[in-house]
């Protein structure tokens, strides 16, 4: 099978995961996981293969879905902005029904400034590519709630959920989205990024850094800043690859930090046996082929195409050590992540 035809197989793998309103669900639909449900950043993360590939009116139709997401819940923003949150519930939820756009309300970690980073970056990239999608004043007007409410958590010194959904603490990961999508936003002429805005993440991402958080030295989560936002410098990003692949890497995936307790096959303290994510190997060849070195971006999508599940489907994970994936097949993310890997590698082979 050649690239093209690798391509649309995985493109097609994700197409049934649309709902009718245009948001993707995480994984397939059934599934007893709860992965049913439309993320903002899996949707983030899932639209970038369809970006690459050049599918622009499916990449409208999800934005367009999101900003609409968004403005039904126009009142809960201006009340966080109006008040400041202080209970997880009162943050922006990360999770939605596909088809309604309501939020689910169940406790789930909440506080995911990575989310609305991302979202916000992603918009403002779409407008610097030529693919309008903030098309009303309506549009224009919830983005600008969306920075203000950023600024209003003061999210460079707000811990967090983080892209994991655990515990709270300050994590690069999400301090990064949102400077990436402040410093994009800041090019458009009709949002106003309040003063210092910028500076303050950037001066807290400094902080952190080469660290995720106080508790985790190393994290999966930390690509991101790599890729998509492009938020550090070389140097930096050579100590994240180089305590990733030391620490992180294993046979059938990428570990999001080490004792990470979610599928740990330790059931009886979850300490160590921590699961292998599958999404770890395209993001790393993603950056690979981003950084000229063609033979190592090669490795991970090899790597990639060895943790296939019944279908050529990608899981989210497997147990360690283990040929057993979980029940989360396909990853949407995982998907798009795969896709733009084969897409990075044939214009870095170029």
Wanted: aromatic letters at 12%.
């Amino acid at each position: 099978m050649n690239t093209q035809e690798k391509i649309q197989e995985h493109l097609n793998i994700l197409r049934p995961l649309q709902a009718s309103s245009g948001l993707f669900s995480a994984a397939a639909r059934g599934v007893t996981t709860g992965y049913d449900k439309a993320w903002l950043r899996d949707n983030f993360y899932t639209t970038l293969c369809f970006e690459e590939a050049g599918e622009t009116e499916t990449i409208k139709k999800v934005w367009r879905a999101i900003l609409d997401l968004f403005l039904k819940h126009e009142d809960k923003i201006n009340w966080a902005i109006e008040h400041k949150p202080h209970e997880a519930w009162q943050y922006i939820h990360a999770r939605y029904c596909p088809e309604t756009l309501e939020e689910f309300w169940d406790e789930w970690g909440n506080k995911q400034n990575d989310a609305v980073g991302a979202i916000l970056y992603k918009l403002a990239d779409l407008e610097e590519k030529g693919i309008h999608v903030i098309e009303t004043e309506d549009d224009k007007r919830i983005v600008q709630r969306l920075v203000d409410y950023l600024n209003r958590i003061e999210y460079w010194n707000d811990p967090d959920n983080g892209v994991w959904e655990e515990w709270e603490e300050l994590h690069a990961s999400s301090v990064g989205a949102c400077v990436a999508a402040v410093r994009k936003l800041s090019k458009l002429q009709y949002i106003s990024i309040p003063e210092k805005m910028i500076e303050n993440g950037e001066e807290m991402l400094r902080r952190l850094l080469p660290r995720e958080s106080l508790d985790k030295f190393s994290d999966l989560a930390l690509l991101s800043l790599s890729y998509p936002y492009a938020v550090i410098d070389r140097e930096t990003e050579d100590v994240i690859l180089k305590n990733i692949e030391y620490h992180l890497v294993k046979d059938r995936g990428v570990l999001r930090y080490k004792t990470d307790k979610y599928y740990n096959k330790n059931d009886i303290d979850g300490w160590s046996e921590e699961a292998e994510w599958t999404m770890g190997f395209p993001w790393l060849s993603i950056i690979y082929s981003r950084r000229g070195e063609i033979e190592k971006a090669k490795e991970y999508l090899k790597k990639t195409e060895t943790v296939f599940a019944e279908g050529n489907k990608i899981p989210e994970l497997y147990f360690s050590n283990s040929p057993k994936p979980n029940e989360n097949i396909p990853l949407a993310w995982a998907e798009s992540l795969y896709v733009v890997a084969l897409l990075e590698l044939e214009k870095a082979e170029k």
